[in-house]
């Protein structure tokens, strides 16, 4: 069974400030990283990918990916109230050829004004 | 900014009923997914669609559910005798290439089984 795990908080976060989510996989072979906003009763809206190790960032976001440690971030800067939701972690477990996302349980992050 | 469109947003049908959930993928985008995410839980893969074809389907994805392309546009999920079990917010998506294009999700189909 491949896994993604996360930690499913809740995050609190001082408006201002850097949140850190994390996410673990477990199917060595996974190429391909997503990070998804979901906020309540709502889709996954998608805020990063990323297939390299390294980071990548795009405006407040930042993934970060580490594939010898199987180990997936997003840090978000100078965090507003808006940021307030889960954030999916989402691998893609697929065989070659395919697209099957598998999502972690998400972590929900709170923004304190 | 393109995006995928579902209707209905909200169904509610009998158990046992069957049930047709629309989807229209953004436009050049050539694969095609349905997610569902039942409530306080995970979003899971339901089946994935390129080609006229099913290239991948999950464990969930039984012999009650099946997917069509019935014009240039459209994409269905329907699930033939729905069960209780069956209720759930149902996600489609769509993205431009099979590997290294992000995947985008609709608004969501809430499908309440009574």
């Known amino acids: 069974q491949k896994e993604v795990e996360q930690n499913s908080g809740p995050l609190s976060v001082p408006e201002g400030a850097i949140a850190s989510l994390n996410c673990t996989y477990s199917d060595r072979g996974s190429q391909s990283f997503f990070w998804y906003r979901q906020y309540s009763g709502k889709s996954p809206e998608l805020i990063m990918f990323i297939y390299s190790n390294g980071d990548k960032e795009d405006g407040r976001f930042t993934a970060q990916l580490n594939k010898a440690s199987q180990y997936v971030s997003l840090l978000i800067r100078d965090s507003q109230p808006s940021d307030s939701a889960t954030y999916l972690c989402?691998?893609?477990?697929?065989?070659?050829?395919?697209?099957?996302?598998?999502f972690g349980t998400g972590t929900r992050l709170t923004i304190i004004p | 900014e393109p995006e995928v469109t579902q209707t209905p947003s909200h169904q509610v049908t009998q158990m046992g009923q069957e049930v047709i959930l629309r989807c229209v993928p953004i436009s050049n985008h050539l694969y095609f997914y349905w997610y569902r995410q039942i409530l306080g839980q995970k979003v899971e893969f339901l089946v994935s669609f390129y080609n006229n074809e099913i290239s991948e389907k999950s464990e969930i994805f039984d012999d009650q559910f099946s997917v069509e392309r019935p014009d240039g546009s459209n994409f269905t999920l329907k699930i033939r005798s729905t069960k209780l079990e069956d209720s759930a917010m149902y996600f489609c998506?769509?993205?431009?290439?099979?590997?290294?294009?992000?995947?985008?999700f609709g608004e969501g189909s809430w499908l309440t089984v009574v």
């Open positions: 989402a691998v893609n477990t697929a065989n070659f050829g395919n697209e099957k996302l598998t």
């Open positions: 998506a769509s993205s431009e290439e099979i590997w290294g294009s992000p995947i985008y």
